[in-house]
């Protein structure tokens, strides 16, 4: 089965080396977690170190603001664009919370024409054809959920990831943190990678850390281990295990508070 390395350093060796090619993998993670950071270096490394295009779809942050963001690692994503090897797609999320609630009243016509399921697989689906895409970030999935009916939530969710692991790339769909372990969403039973970014304070010091919760097909590590966000992007160190290095650094008081996390 062909990999696709995500170029990220230290992150390829806790998967065997790469994603298996088309996967649709879910990052979860709260805000400043570092998943944008990810997605993009995922992009930027696919198309400089290994050829291949990529498209970024965000519901969140303008394409000059992502594209400001890149700019402070080093990433010049506007030469990419200019290149074709690089598209950027923005989903205009007040337009589409008028489409769900649409589906939602079904009597009131109001204009949603513009941000439709349809309409945004199509322009993410004709971006991917235009550059001959392999690799896909969507960032992020919560922005699919506005809808209050959970039904229909999972509806959209579903017709979703169905159609985006029919498109031929290997995409990273990125997700807010889930509140409750117990308690799994329908993308991360849908997924076929989950990777969970999780960032905790210990004393003063925040700790990064990064625990793959699945990789079907994937012996994939299983340890909490510590990556770090650097002016060149995200760096893991597969190696090293989160409790470990905190044992050596912190007290045991403080070891045990790492514990209750
Ligand atoms: N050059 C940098 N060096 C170190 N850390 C950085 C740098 N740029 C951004 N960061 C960190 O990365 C975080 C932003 O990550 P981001 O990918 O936007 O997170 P998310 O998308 O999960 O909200 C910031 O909160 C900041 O702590
Ligand atoms: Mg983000």
Not at 28 to 43: D, Q
């Amino acid at each position: 089965m062909a990999r696709v390395p995500t170029g990220i350093p230290g992150f390829d060796e806790l998967i065997e080396g790469g994603f298996i090619e088309n996967d649709v993998i879910l990052l979860t993670g709260g805000p400043g977690a570092g998943k944008s950071t990810f997605g993009s270096h995922y992009l930027y490394s696919g198309i400089t170190n290994y050829n291949e295009p990529g498209v970024y779809v965000t519901f969140e942050e303008t394409p000059g603001r992502i594209m400001r963001n890149m700019w402070r690692y080093g990433w010049d994503m506007e030469r990419l664009i200019k290149e074709n090897k690089l598209r950027l797609i923005r989903v205009d999320p007040i337009a589409y919370g008028r489409y769900i609630k649409k589906t939602m009243e079904p009597d009131k016509q109001e204009d949603h024409e513009n941000a439709t399921l349809e309409t945004v697989l199509k322009q993410i689906y004709a971006s991917i054809r235009e550059i001959d895409a392999k690799r896909l970030f969507i960032d992020s999935m919560t922005s699919l959920k506005i809808s209050p009916d959970p039904v229909n939530v999972r509806h959209i969710i579903l017709e979703f990831i169905k159609n985006v692991e029919s498109f031929d790339c290997t995409t990273i769909i990125t997700s807010e943190v889930n509140k409750d372990p117990n308690n799994f969403s329908v993308e991360e039973y849908l997924a076929e990678g989950v990777i969970c970014l999780k960032v905790f304070r210990i004393g003063g010091e925040r700790i990064r850390s990064l625990e793959i919760l699945k990789m079907r097909g994937v012996k994939h590590d299983e340890a909490l281990r510590p990556y770090v966000i650097t002016d060149k992007g995200i760096i893991v160190y597969p190696s090293e295990s989160v409790i470990s290095k905190e044992a050596d650094v912190f007290s045991l008081e403080r070891f045990s508070i790492l514990g209750e996390e």
